[in-house]
């Protein structure tokens, strides 16, 4: 598939639940509870349709986001049933790791290949506060992962001026330590939290220089199909990305869509523009109707995000989408 714009799409990123066991502040408030109710949440069978539709696009990466995916029940069995499908080379998973030291191995055997990790703290204090998570247990989960020979396992930090901004070069020591790829992430404007998370946003280049005083950063590439620009630290195997939708946004290369738990198809993680695949599904759709729609909603996909001209536009959590 392709957009007008000459981008090619081939990248879906699938949200099997909009709910999550952390409250994160940049992404899901404690006071919300908007939350899509489980009958209009795509089944399992559902969710292998609507993907085998994209995937007889073109597409060949499917990336399983939530709110967080493993508090999703049928979660092994909707990975099972996506891997089967024709043309996927690559069936990832975003999680907070709070829950992988039950599930690791089953969703290693059921055909997840990659994991990313969310990790904004190695203080149990701070991580509490960011997140309302437990930190052993995320470690924990980490460890489940490696044991379960997930590789490479990338965390993701979402760095935060005087939250956590000064435990950069401790998340590179950790990941030096444990063999995991780390990825700093400014925060985005999206839904309230996000829009909050403003007060503290911090352009990337900053935690780059801060890393750069300490050591030779080598230009480098890296499996996946996220937007990340990648460094080797120098007499390792670390790789570090950083991905700056703010700063240095990387629209023009853009190769994804979003679909979310009830199956509508979103364009742009900071635009609303959407295709309702979810009702059309379940209306009685053809897989070629499925197609056609979403061939016309790729024809519209907006050529940028907005969050710089409109940052408090996105009202829906980052949680509905997974980022």
């Given amino acids: 598939m392709q957009d007008q714009f000459g981008r090619r799409i081939h990248y879906l990123r699938v949200s099997v639940t909009d709910r999550c066991d952390f409250r994160c502040t940049y992404c899901l408030p404690r006071?919300?509870?908007?939350?899509?109710?489980?009958?209009?949440?795509?089944n399992p069978?559902?969710?292998?349709?609507?993907?085998?539709?994209?995937?007889?696009?073109?597409?060949?990466?499917?990336?399983?986001?939530?709110?967080?995916?493993?508090?999703?029940?049928e979660l092994t069995d909707i990975v099972r049933r996506i891997s089967a499908l024709s043309g996927i080379e690559d069936l990832s998973l975003s999680t907070n790791a709070s829950r992988l030291g039950t599930f690791a191995h089953d969703l290693k055997a059921a055909g997840v290949t990659r994991?990313?990790?969310?990790?904004?703290?190695?203080?149990?204090?701070?991580?509490?506060?960011?997140?309302?998570?437990?930190?052993?247990?995320?470690?924990?989960?980490?460890?489940?992962?490696?044991?379960?020979?997930?590789?490479p396992i990338k965390i993701n930090m979402v760095?935060?001026?005087?939250?956590?901004?000064?435990e950069a070069n401790a998340m590179v020591d950790f990941c030096l330590s444990k063999g995991l790829t780390l990825r700093f992430i400014e925060a985005m404007p999206v839904g309230a939290g996000g829009q909050r998370a403003q007060d503290?946003?911090?352009?990337?280049?900053?935690?780059?220089?801060?890393?750069r005083s300490r050591f030779s950063l080598s230009p480098t590439a890296m499996q996946?199909?996220?937007?990340?620009?990648?460094?080797?630290?120098?007499?390792?195997?670390?790789?570090?990305g950083f991905i700056t939708p703010q700063s240095?946004?990387?629209?023009?290369?853009?190769?994804?869509?979003?679909?979310?738990?009830?199956?509508?198809?979103?364009?742009?993680?900071?635009?609303?523009?959407?295709?309702?695949?979810?009702?059309?599904?379940?209306?009685?759709?053809?897989?070629?109707?499925l197609q056609a729609a979403i061939l016309e909603g790729i024809a519209r996909k907006p050529?940028?995000?907005?969050?710089?001209?409109?940052?408090?536009?996105?009202?829906?959590?980052?949680?509905?989408?997974?980022?």
């Avoid at 996946?224 to 670390?238: E, M, N």
Wanted: proline share 4%.
């Fill in 248 to 289: 240095q946004h990387f629209c023009d290369t853009c190769n994804r869509v979003r679909l979310s738990v009830n199956g509508d198809l979103y364009l742009c993680l900071g635009q609303e523009n959407k295709v309702a695949l979810g009702e059309m599904l379940r209306a009685g759709a053809s897989d070629a109707e």
């Fill in 224 to 240: 996946g199909s996220g937007p990340a620009r990648y460094f080797q630290i120098d007499d390792s195997d670390l790789r570090v």
């Fill in 303 to 323: 050529q940028r995000h907005d969050f710089l001209g409109a940052p408090t536009a996105i009202l829906r959590p980052m949680s509905a989408l997974g980022g």
């Fill in 31 to 42: 006071s919300h509870r908007d939350f899509e109710t489980p009958d209009a949440w795509l």
């Fill in 115 to 151: 994991l990313n990790i969310s990790l904004d703290s190695l203080d149990p204090a701070t991580f509490k506060q960011l997140t309302g998570g437990d930190l052993a247990r995320v470690m924990a989960g980490i460890e489940a992962a490696r044991d379960a020979g997930f590789a």
């Fill in 200 to 211: 503290h946003y911090m352009p990337l280049a900053e935690i780059e220089q801060q890393l």
């Fill in 45 to 73: 069978q559902e969710l292998a349709r609507v993907v085998a539709a994209f995937t007889g696009l073109g597409v060949n990466h499917v990336r399983l986001t939530g709110g967080e995916p493993l508090v999703r029940a």
């Fill in 159 to 166: 760095a935060m001026r005087g939250l956590n901004d000064h």
